[in-house]
């Protein structure tokens, strides 16, 4: 396998995807982001009307990684194929789509494993674990994060229909600690636009909540857009690194 992964060189290129012509990352993203706006001010509607419950919340939070999963198929074969797949949101349903989530969502799970864990013993009230402090149960993370990040490279490979085998031993890549890394620097540059965005709508919505009601759906979309500017960042990192590790 190829040693040659250049964490600066991936950053770079996976910000020059989405920022050389954001004209057309816009065009491109603009009914994704519209569909995730609706779905999320849809379940806010139902919320606010005691409507809402926990299948609902399973409904919307299914569709929008279904969504989220469209961005990666989208991406992925756009670097790694230079395929354009003109309106991915036809894709939602596509088997394809279907298994990229649901293996993009073990890998997740993986990951904050213990996270869900120190939850469980916190409700049950379990302080202890195997004799020791149920506390450093979140120690735990550091093992987990490594092992899913060592798989995180067969989402590319998902996304253009090759077969996979996890518990072979065959997908782990080597390079856990530089795609961590790699993820950690893309994510981080897009917390201050988001943290801007949560702040103007504080703002309104302490100073004029009339005026907020008006303008929620579009910070909304706009929170959306930069949403799916920093997936598409990620999803453009994997894709760039699974072409390195294959040359």
Do not use: C, W
């Not at 994704?32 to 379940?43: R, W």
């Not at 049950?124 to 550091?142: C, K």
């Not at 909304?220 to 072409?243: C, G, H, P, Q």
């Amino acid at each position: 396998m190829n040693d040659n992964l250049n964490i600066s060189e991936i950053v770079s290129k996976s910000f020059s995807y989405i920022f050389k012509d954001i004209k057309k990352i816009f065009r491109e993203s603009f009914f994704t982001v519209l569909f995730l706006t609706i779905i999320f001010n849809g379940l806010y509607f139902l919320v606010l009307g005691n409507i809402a419950t926990k299948f609902t919340f399973f409904i919307i939070f299914a569709l929008m990684g279904l969504v989220i999963s469209t961005i990666g198929y989208k991406v992925h074969r756009d670097i790694l194929l230079n395929q354009t797949v003109f309106n991915p949101l036809f894709k939602m349903f596509d088997f394809t789509n279907i298994r990229y989530l649901f293996y993009s969502t073990l890998i997740s799970s993986l990951a904050l494993s213990p996270v869900f864990l120190k939850y469980y013993l916190d409700r049950n009230g379990i302080s202890t674990l195997f004799g020791a402090d149920s506390r450093y149960v979140v120690l735990l993370l550091i093992p987990t994060i490594y092992l899913a990040f060592k798989l995180i490279l067969i989402l590319p490979k998902i996304s253009l229909n090759k077969s996979i085998s996890i518990f072979s031993g065959k997908e782990f890549n080597d390079f856990s600690g530089k795609l961590f890394a790699i993820f950690l620097i893309i994510t981080l540059a897009f917390i201050l636009p988001t943290y801007l965005i949560f702040a103007l709508q504080v703002y309104f919505l302490e100073n004029s909540q009339e005026f907020y009601k008006f303008l929620k759906p579009f910070f909304d979309f706009i929170s959306f857009f930069v949403s799916y500017l920093n997936y598409a960042a990620v999803f453009a990192a994997l894709s760039y690194s699974y072409k390195v590790t294959k040359k």
